[in-house]
């Protein structure tokens, strides 16, 4: 639209009070333009319009049949719901007859559905005066057309918000109060940056919490039948002790062995699986490597039992400390005390070989594929040939 506008002044503001719509009138040389801000709920719209009245161009074209947004058409300001009257328009003695002919309803919901220009706030608030809400409203809108609004709320609060007005007998909370809407807004919008920025942080840090917790149980999964493998040690010896006492009893390529307990004594005889491809003494050697290796193991798998418990721990209790972390610093401490960065590991930097420089006066002929001939024509040429060259 800019191009429609250079070196315009502003001639005019104009705002139907109630009304969601703001007219800028823009003076050039080739007549007044209008930008109109239309400020609806569902279908905010920013419309330039010329001296001819005819739209020039519009943030959004709209083809609706009761009213067209496209360029080189009449500009007509959007239909208004004309059977609910204009709240900055009645005066105390209508309002308290429409209230009276509603039933008395609760005041809130009332003002904010059956009125133009009456908002969730401003109903919210003139329902703390009760019956008195319609003088105080009229008093109220005296004072905003002589004076306009004085004072601005911003509420820090988990979300914060912009209020002209306060609810009765609540606690606002932290606050800070502004006579610009400039200034207001302003405010506003670097608190709601800043939740942004930690709501980002936050999120993407509990999403490396759960990461890090899952990958926590699937070590703690592997760690538990690492556990069953190595408490099976002490079998593993008995069934190597078994075979080695009756090695003439095994066959060659068998799959199993049914032996008697001559080691323990037990009643009954053992089933012992064996690998066919391998003789039975190889077999029993395995039996007792794998007990000598599930007995280092146990070991090891209950002191890393533990460092997995201990940090998941850590992690569950990071989790639910989450939402304590105010600022961006403290969820980046927090993030670092989780994950701390790994230091990185410097190569240690591999000199260069020097390239040998061969020495002069050497004779060099290629018999074949695999020999070479080489003679020194000098007694330090012979000494480099027998003692570098040939090595």
């Known amino acids: 639209l800019r ?191 800043h939740n942004r920025v930690l709501a980002q942080e936050k999120a993407r840090l509990e999403s490396e919490i759960n990461k890090a917790i899952k990958h926590e149980k699937k070590i703690a999964e592997k760690l538990k039948k690492d556990r069953i493998e190595a408490e099976k040690s002490d079998q593993y010896q008995w069934w190597g002790e078994l075979l080695m006492a009756q090695l003439h009893k095994l066959k060659p390529h068998q799959t199993s062995v049914e032996l008697e307990d001559v080691v323990r004594g037990t009643p009954s005889k053992l089933t012992i699986p064996l690998d066919p491809e391998a003789t039975p003494l190889v077999n029993a050697q395995r039996f007792f490597k794998k007990a000598q290796k599930g007995s280092r193991g146990l070991a090891l798998v209950e002191k890393r039992e533990k460092e997995i418990a201990d940090r998941a721990l850590q992690l569950k209790s990071a989790q639910r400390s989450l939402p304590a972390l105010q600022t961006v610093e403290e969820i980046r401490k927090a993030r670092l005390e989780l994950f701390p960065v790994k230091k990185e590991v410097r190569e240690k930097t591999v000199k260069a070989k020097e390239p040998k420089v061969p020495t002069p006066n050497i004779f060099r002929e290629k018999i074949n594929s695999q020999f070479e001939l080489c003679a020194g024509t000098s007694a330090i040429a012979n000494e480099y040939v027998t003692f570098q060259l040939a090595q």
């Open 3 to 193: 191009k429609h506008l250079d070196y315009a002044q502003v001639a005019e503001i104009d705002q139907e009070l109630g009304e969601r719509l703001l007219t800028l009138h823009l003076k050039t040389p080739h007549g007044v333009y209008r930008l109109i801000f239309e400020g609806l709920s569902k279908y905010p719209n920013l419309i330039l319009v010329g001296p001819d009245n005819l739209i020039i161009s519009a943030m959004r074209y709209k083809n609706d049949v009761e009213r067209l947004v496209i360029p080189q058409t009449l500009y007509a300001p959007p239909p208004q719901p004309l059977e609910k009257p204009n709240f900055w328009t009645l005066d105390e003695a209508t309002f308290q007859k429409l209230w009276e002919e509603a039933g008395r309803p609760a005041l809130g919901p009332w003002l904010k559905g059956n009125f133009r220009g009456s908002d969730a706030e401003l109903a919210s608030y003139l329902e703390g005066f009760g019956s008195q809400a319609f003088a105080q409203w009229v008093s109220l809108r005296q004072s905003v057309q002589e004076k306009g609004w004085e004072s601005f709320s911003v509420l820090f609060g988990p979300s914060p918000s912009l209020r002209l007005f306060e609810k009765n007998g609540a606690d606002p909370g932290e606050k800070r109060n502004f006579t610009s809407p400039s200034e207001a807004v302003a405010e506003w919008f670097q608190l709601e940056n």
